[in-house]
């Protein structure tokens, strides 16, 4: 099954912001009828655009079922087996997921879950670059987004049941509250998974701008105990020009 959405295209708005550009450069417009006139052709323009882009709606492909269970079934190797079977595992527990909340007729829920969804596969978008990364993901997997498939399941079985008693509806609107939160909890392990990237990059820096230091190329003033940097001087500026020129 093909989940897709179309979005109108902008072209009808830029096309007539020219129109209106060229129409003030080419025709008078100091008189009220002027700027009557000018209304009127605008809006024909942009109508007559906006028609025929609307038969060329650009149509977006979102995720389905259907092409999480492909995506398990076809993916390459990291060279890592714990990161594939996290991997294929994930993605078909993520096709469990997008066809419970395809199944609700609650569009909140649905728009729910799909963000939920954009955000594992992210997360699983950074396990394929670092299969390392995922033994940090073991709760992730074992607990969070099985704990996601059933609360989805239940609220899919609730609203079959046609029921406006209390405790179906207070259990319901629980589930769609809980979603928020289990969003912004993947959004935190992803986070979560460029702690190291994070802690290497400032290490470089830090070794950088000592070996620039100490190598001239970089002035330093002591503040408390850490090094501030201070505008460098036009003679380190060149000198570091000479170096990279070296180098190349």
Known sequence: ??????????????????????YAFLLPLYKPMHYLIATVVCGIIFLVTDSIMSKKAVTWQMNTAEQMEKQAAKMKSTGNPEADALLKDGKQMLAN??????????????????????????????????????SKLKQFMNFYLPTVEKLLTSYQKLEATDSTGENVTK?????????????GAFEKQLDSLFED?????????SVLKNQ?????????????????????????????????????
Not at 115 to 124: D, G, N
Request: proline share 3%; hydrophobic share 40%.
């Open 212 to 248: 620039l230091a100490q190598n001239g190329l970089a002035e330093y003033q002591m503040t408390g105990n850490n090094l501030s940097e201070v505008p460098a001087t036009a003679q380190a500026i060149d000198e570091i020009q000479q170096v990279l020129s070296q180098g190349k």
């Open 97 to 134: 997921i997008i066809r419970a909340g395809d199944s609700t007729g609650n569009e909140t829920v649905k728009q729910k879950t799909t963000e939920i969804v954009a955000v594992c596969m992210k997360i699983f978008d950074y396990v394929q670059a670092n299969p390392t990364s995922a």
């Open 171 to 183: 259990t319901m609107n629980s589930i769609e509250g809980t979603l928020d939160t289990i969003r």
């Open 1 to 22: 099954m093909e989940n897709n959405t179309k979005a109108r295209s902008a072209l009808p708005y830029y096309v007539t912001a020219a129109a209106v550009i060229i």
């Open 197 to 205: 990237t994070a802690v290497d990059i400032t290490a470089d820096i």
